[in-house]
């Protein structure tokens, strides 16, 4: 396997960012609206961890609309979607002992939510 040289680090590593694109796509939610995470199963892998499926959660920023990787990395095409930041409070997700400050943001996909 080659090495990577410490000039080309930069270059790979934005390789494996989700591309941002210039599609006319409609954002569903937006800031202080308030989602849940769908429970998907899919049969491939999906960026939606299973902790946070079935979760209440708020939109706190929308990112803007970006090529889809779960749908992209299986050979299915861009379907860009929008990317959220989503707001969960601590005791939504971990339970009645988590700290009453907690909190967890979480980069979630469109499609992997639902208007609660």
Do not use: C
Not at 32 to 57: C, E, F, M, Q, S
Not at 69 to 82: L, T, V
């Amino acid at each position: 396997m080659p090495t990577l040289k410490a000039e080309h680090v930069e270059a790979a590593m934005l390789k494996g960012a989700p591309a941002s694109v210039a599609e006319d796509v409609a954002a569903r939610f937006a800031a202080g609206d308030t989602v849940i995470v769908r429970n998907l199963n899919p049969a491939g892998h999906t960026r939606a961890p299973r902790y946070i499926r079935g979760k209440r959660g708020e939109i706190a920023r929308e990112y803007g609309v970006f090529i889809f990787p779960d749908s992209n990395a299986m050979g299915h095409g861009k379907a860009p979607q929008h990317l959220y930041s989503v707001r969960f409070e601590g005791g939504e997700v971990w339970g009645e002992n988590s700290p009453a400050r907690e909190a967890l943001y979480l980069d979630l996909w469109d499609s992997y939510l639902e208007p609660a």
